[in-house]
């Protein structure tokens, strides 16, 4: 989930403008949300009133720093990361996202290794990869080459894994897929094939990319879609999970298997992290897709909760529209997650995925960018990574370097963005 590609049988030429078009028009939020601004923003996100944030917010007198690199195998004690698509990773735009990191604050980039399609965005010897075809659709050849410029630049390379919803696997292996009751592989709303979640062998083909992956010279991994599909009763209930053993819940899943790889990838000796609903902070259950807050942050070294406001139903936490409340929607989401992680032993480090994206008519710029990461810091967090599947990220949201660093706490203020009081 962060972001939702659109997917055609067969990869073409038009797969990378509708992978980008999916972050901006399909990412799935669950309740549909009004077009209208909120009131406490009035004055503030109207185009034409909009404050340079680095003008007006940024003290001109502040020199910009550079942090020194962490020892190798280590993240960054602080992560300010930026999600970039495969295309991109093996595109000449990916210079571009590096000068913006080499400029500001950004000190991370969350690359596709395994999208949602099932493809590889380099060439594997994984011997299921090469089995099932995932190196049909190589987009970065010199991966290895793009890995160390970041790092010989500070910039700390993530490995993003896709695990269960891989649609060339489930073809390939239809006895690892999620089946239908009419009969042959069961799809989603849009068509996609899912893998069956409780079986162990597509979390080790998911382990067995990320230990190839941290031999390539990513620095870290994070898995997503771990977990079942969010769908319809109505079409879940015509899902078989083959795996599934009696008594065996959709939670047990899910965390059996992720204890699995995690154990798989700590001899590599980086940060183990997920990807996970940004309501599993506030929900009392597993929601039907197995993630439940206790278990995820009690196995994970890092926990990434995708607190997009655009992606919480009308009324949460009180809000008649949560996309327009990009600061007060993280803000709460976050509390839960703290408050329940206060009780788990050796918790997970928080790193929310931000909104970075606009839909449904409502326009996310610098200004609902930086409210979400004021958010963040207000809590005592320090860690963010911005979600756009088109990856393109204002410059203007983003100190200069880790200027922010060099900045005494009790003047924080004055780096402060904060929406105008209401009228």
């Not at 075809?133 to 991966?143: E, S």
């Not at 795996?243 to 000796?269: K, Y």
């Not at 409502?362 to 990574?385: K, N, S």
Request: glycine fraction near 6%; include cysteine.
């Amino acid at each position: 989930m962060p972001g939702v590609a659109l997917l055609t049988a067969r990869p073409s030429a038009a797969y990378f403008i509708l992978f980008c078009l999916g972050g901006i028009l399909c990412s799935a939020p669950l309740a549909a949300q009004d077009s209208t601004r909120a009131h406490r923003w009035r004055g503030v996100l109207r185009d034409t009133h909009r404050p340079n944030y680095g003008r007006e917010v940024l003290p001109a007198a502040l020199q910009p720093i550079r942090l020194p690199a962490p020892p190798p195998g280590e993240a960054p004690p602080v992560v300010r990361g930026l999600y970039i698509n495969a295309w991109i990773f093996g595109s000449q735009r990916f210079y571009n996202i590096v000068r913006l990191a080499d400029t500001t604050e950004v000190n991370a980039l969350v690359i596709d290794v395994k999208d949602d399609t099932g493809y590889l965005t380099y060439r594997s010897s994984v011997p299921t990869a090469i089995e099932i075809g995932a190196n049909g659709l190589v987009r970065a050849p010199d991966v290895r080459e793009r890995l160390a410029f970041l790092r010989n630049r500070g910039i700390h390379p993530i490995a993003r894994i896709v695990v269960a919803k891989d649609a060339l696997l489930a073809k390939a292996k239809p006895e690892w897929a999620v089946h239908d009751t009419a009969g042959g592989l069961w799809e989603d709303r849009m068509g996609d094939h899912w893998v069956d979640a409780y079986r162990d062998s597509v979390w080790l083909y998911a382990a067995d990319i990320a230990e190839e992956a941290v031999l390539m010279g990513f620095a870290e991994v994070q898995f997503d879609y771990v977990r079942f599909p969010d769908e319809p009763a109505e079409l879940l209930d015509r899902a078989i999970f083959p795996a599934r053993r009696e008594g065996q819940s959709r939670r047990d899943g899910v965390r059996t298997n992720l204890r699995m790889i995690r154990d798989r990838i700590a001899p590599m000796g980086v940060p183990f992290t997920v990807d996970i609903f940004g309501l599993t902070t506030s929900a009392k259950s597993d929601m039907g897709i197995g993630q439940y807050w206790e278990d995820i942050a009690g196995i994970a070294d890092v926990v990434l909760p995708m607190v997009y406001p655009s992606h919480y139903s009308r009324g949460a936490y009180g809000y008649a529209r949560p996309n327009h409340e990009p600061y007060n929607i993280v803000r709460r989401a976050l509390e839960d997650g703290l408050k329940r992680s206060a009780n788990i032993a050796h918790a997970a480090r928080i790193r929310p995925f931000l909104q970075s994206f606009s839909i449904r008519r409502v326009r996310y710029t610098a200004v609902e960018i930086r409210a979400q990461m004021e958010a963040v810091y207000d809590l005592g967090l320090t860690d963010w990574v911005l979600w756009n599947a088109s990856g393109r990220y204002p410059p203007d949201a983003f100190l200069p370097n880790d200027a922010s660093a060099a900045v005494d706490p009790a003047s924080r203020s004055q780096l402060r963005w904060r929406p105008v009081p209401d009228q």
